[in-house]
């Protein structure tokens, strides 16, 4: 399991290491303790382009404030196949089963809310006290259409892949408003 540290050295470190490693930090411990699956994210090795955001299927998005005002996005993105691996491996583990749904049920959404407010709850509670940030309700998306929702408001984007060890990638984005 590879955390990340404060050793990135481009001019975005501040707002992925200080708003976004704490979430990929925490979801890395909850994929694992929730889903028995590891993760890791390492932008040393991803050379795709990081600034751009395309809704893949499923996704958590959280409103953050700073002083009252909206500050920005994070948004938990997921293509539908990683998000059945997660919300399966997820239910399995609660359930004590095997788990193989082929789509996006409501069984497997309720898995991948749990699995999400967890990792989010453990990262709000570390950025509400060391950097005086609030958040709003995370809210669930599953629709191109919904979406659209994401980019109101965005000045700039950075994206930090977490890849799982079994294949499959998701992404965190930080939509950074003015």
């Given at each position: 399991m590879q955390l990340l540290g404060d050793?990135?050295?481009?001019?975005?470190?501040?707002v992925r290491n200080e708003i976004l490693v704490p979430f990929i930090n925490e979801t890395i411990l909850t994929l694992d303790s929730m889903a028995d699956l590891k993760a890791s994210s390492d932008l040393l090795t991803y050379h795709d382009a990081l600034d751009t955001f395309v809704f893949k299927?499923?996704?958590?998005?959280?409103?953050?404030?700073?002083?009252?005002?909206?500050?920005?996005?994070?948004?938990?993105n997921h293509d539908l196949s990683t998000a059945l691996t997660i919300g399966n491996r997820v239910r399995a583990k609660m359930l004590g089963t095997q788990e193989n749904a082929k789509i996006l049920n409501t069984e497997v959404s309720d898995a991948l809310a749990e699995f999400a407010n967890t990792a989010i709850g453990l990262a709000v509670r570390h950025l509400s006290v060391t950097r005086k940030f609030s958040f709003g309700t995370p809210a669930y998306i599953t629709t191109q259409a919904d979406s659209q929702m994401f980019l109101e408001g965005v000045k700039q984007i950075f994206t930090v892949p977490v890849d799982l060890a079994i294949g499959g990638r998701f992404y965190f984005s930080y939509l950074l408003h003015g």
């Open positions: 050793n990135f050295d481009d001019s975005r470190s501040h299927g499923f996704a958590v998005c959280l409103v953050t404030r700073k002083l009252g005002t909206v500050e920005g996005k994070i948004v938990m």
